[in-house]
């Protein structure tokens, strides 16, 4: 069984910072593409990015690039989403999945998901 935990949301202002961090247990962590979504409050589920199990391919929403990155630690199970100029809009909460072996942004592809953490950007 897989199991994911999600950490470092919270409240900060526009153009802040906030890195999110996601604990994995369980095997295959480093086999295992890992992507972030988010759910704002009333709306759909959105894909935020993604990262293949090598490191070597990552995916973004046109909404975030230049402003989040997404990384990973294979040698300590965690994947991390740092979140630079942050806009009110990005507030939801954010959502770690471990999926398959491609990097994709459709949800229903990732097996794990963790409980979620909030993050909400102040004007």
Known sequence: QVQLVESG?????????????CAVSGRSFSRYAMGWF??????EREFVAAISWSDGY????DSVKGRFTIS?????????????????????????????TIVTSIPSLYRYWGQGTQVTVSS
């Open 72 to 100: 990973r630690d294979n040698a300590n199970n965690t994947v991390y989403l740092q979140m630079n100029s942050l806009k009110p809009e990005d507030t939801a909460v954010y959502y770690c999945a471990a999926g398959g």
């Open 38 to 43: 988010r759910q704002a409050a009333g709306k």
């Open 58 to 61: 990552r995916s973004y929403v």
């Open 9 to 21: 949301g919270g409240l900060v202002q526009a153009g802040g910072s906030l890195r999110l961090s």
